[in-house]
């Protein structure tokens, strides 16, 4: 079964920047669709972003586009997320998933989950 490792979450002011990894051990992420999703506790989980398999086609949540962007490195076995420009808004535990088919009309590909990286943005 595929393990997804989220890395990079941490606390950072606003208006600064954090670089989230997703990787994977035993099996290469470069056959799966790759999404980001992230929930503040008590609320609605959201979908961040997603790029699929080739790398050639990524997604964006309205309230990300412009500061976050996906990207994937089939060498390191890794998915990133650079978050810049971060909000108190953005605060959340993020996941990375992973799913060899993507949920209909998107590249979300939503099998397989990790356990999440918490992301404060805080003063």
């Known amino acids: 079964q595929l393990q997804l490792v989220e890395s990079g979450g941490g606390l950072v002011q606003p208006g600064g920047s954090l670089r989230l990894s997703c990787t994977a051990s035993?099996?290469?992420?470069?056959?799966?669709?790759i999404g980001w999703f992230r929930q503040v506790p008590g609320k609605e989980r959201e979908a961040v972003s997603c790029i699929d398999n080739s790398g050639n086609s990524r997604e964006y949540a309205d309230f990300v586009k412009g500061r976050f962007t996906i990207s994937r490195d089939n060498a390191k076995n890794t998915v990133y997320l650079q978050m810049d420009s971060l909000k108190a808004e953005d605060t959340a535990v993020y996941y990375c998933?992973?799913?060899?088919?993507?949920?209909?009309?998107?590249?979300?590909?939503?099998?397989?989950w990790g356990k999440g990286t918490l992301v404060t943005v805080s003063s």
């Open positions: 035993v099996f290469t992420l470069d056959s799966y669709f």
């Open positions: 998933t992973a799913g060899v088919v993507a949920n209909r009309g998107t590249c979300y590909g939503t099998m397989y």
